[in-house]
Each structure stands twice: as structure tokens, then as C-alpha cells.
């Protein structure tokens, strides 16, 4: 049973316009929510994140939302650019001792049009 | 040089060989993890060791054997794998809340 859902396999946007990726989780022990961006042949790489005691984190060109009660995550990427063709993952931590285990999603992977 | 290095970056193995997978870090993290990727599924987390202790074995079959000597590195035995556990293995370590992850393995078992 996937605690985290990525329902869009794949997006595409043209260059400039507003991208949004979104992700949906059950678990509402979850604490904090990051997004990660991974490139062909490379590891993930953290990208932003957001507590759940905040609805909205902002990091230039990138804004993370959380819609505890519909238990909702979406990242907003404006304006896109090629460069942020990437698979992008969703996921979810709840803290124990240390271990920052991460529960993943399948993925989206976006596609900048120029 | 990433804070995480995975070698090697590709690796072809028959069912009867027994190979293993290398992560080092140099980000003074305390905490390691192995993660493995396969086609449309999410990562899913197989080991944690922190501060050389693992403290999480996600039910991984036996084939595959963790060791990690030290906080800096991180080991992943293979034995007698079976052609689905070809996938992309990756490396991750943290201190707090971000995970760093290496480049991973290729892995593909003939």
C-alpha cells in the first residue's frame, strides 16, 4: 500500500509558464515533506522542503504548498525553465532517533517545452 | 567530488556471482542508508546504519548483505541475485533531515 501517490507519471510545460507537480499521502504521522529532483544518470537531489506546522515555503523560482486536512503537497515552479527537466519525487519523513527515513513516490517526470 | 561517491557507477552480474557495492561519504554525516529504484516504483529504502549501527532492515532478502565499517562508509554485499533485482541501488546519508544521495549503481543481474 503506496503511502505516497504521484498520480502524474509525466508534465508537460512550455518555458516560461507555471509547472505543478502534485502529491497526495495517508500517513498523517508524516512531519515533513521534501522534494527531491533527479537527472538521467544522477542521485536525487534535494530541492525544498516544508514542516507541517507551515502551509507554504518559498525558494525563488520554487514554492512548496501543504494542505494538511486533504493531506496534499503540491511544488509550483515559476517561470520554468529547460534546465528543470527532471524527474521530480515527492517525499515524506517522520523522525525517529536520527534516522531521517524518507517514504518516496513513483516520480513525475517534466518536461520543459521551449 | 559530490559528497556522495558510488562505485562502480554500472555493474553486470550472473545469478552465481557474488560482487558488492561501495559508498563513501565525506559530508561528516552520521547516518547511512541504502536505497534501490527500480522502473515505476517509488525508492525503496532497504538499510539504515547510524553511527555504524544498522538500525533498520526494510525486510531486504537475505542475498543482499550490509556492512558498514565505519561511518564513512558503506558496503552492500550481493550473492546469488536473481535477474529482478536489476535496478538503480543508491547510497544516502544524512546528520539532520536531508538526505544526500550518491549517483548509484546499475545494476543488472544476467
Known amino acids: 500500500d503506496q503511502q505516497v501517490k504521484q498520480n502524474s507519471p509525466s508534465l508537460s510545460v512550455q518555458e516560461g509558464r507555471i509547472s505543478i507537480l502534485n502529491c497526495d499521502y495517508t500517513?498523517?504521522?508524516?512531519?515533513?515533506f521534501l522534494w527531491y529532483k533527479k537527472y538521467p544518470a544522477e542521485g536525487p537531489t534535494f530541492l525544498i522542503s516544508?514542516?507541517?506546522?507551515?502551509d507554504k515555503n518559498e525558494d525563488g523560482r520554487f514554492t512548496v504548498f501543504l494542505n494538511k486536512s486533504a493531506k496534499h503537497l503540491s511544488l509550483h515552479i515559476v517561470p520554468s525553465q529547460p534546465g528543470d527537466s527532471a524527474v521530480y519525487f515527492c517525499?515524506?519523513?517522520?523522525?525517529?532517533?536520527?534516522?531521517?527515513?524518507?517514504?518516496f513516490g513513483t516520480g513525475t517526470r517534466l518536461t520543459i517545452i521551449p | 567530488e559530490t559528497g556522495v561517491t558510488q562505485t562502480p557507477r554500472h555493474l553486470v552480474m550472473g545469478m552465481t556471482n557474488k560482487k558488492s557495492l561501495k559508498c563513501e561519504q565525506h559530508?561528516?554525516?552520521?547516518?547511512m542508508y541504502w536505497y534501490k529504484q527500480s522502473a515505476k516504483k517509488p525508492l525503496e529504502l532497504m538499510f539504515v546504519?547510524?553511527?555504524?549501527?544498522?538500525?533498520e532492515n526494510n525486510s531486504v532478502p537475505s542475498r543482499f548483505s550490509p556492512e558498514c565499517p565505519n561511518s564513512s562508509h558503506l558496503f552492500l554485499h550481493l550473492h546469488t541475485l536473481q535477474p529482478e533485482d536489476s535496478a538503480l541501488y543508491l547510497c544516502?546519508?544524512?546528520?539532520?533531515?536531508?538526505?544526500?544521495f550518491g549517483n548509484g549503481t546499475r545494476l543488472t543481474v544476467t
Open positions: 517525499a515524506t519523513r517522520i523522525s525517529n532517533f536520527g534516522n531521517e527515513k524518507l517514504t
Open positions: 500517513n498523517s504521522m508524516f512531519d515533513y
Open positions: 516544508i514542516s507541517s506546522i507551515k
Open positions: 559530508l561528516g554525516h552520521n547516518a
Open positions: 546504519y547510524n553511527f555504524k549501527e544498522q538500525t
Open positions: 544516502a546519508s544524512s546528520r539532520q533531515g536531508t538526505l544526500h
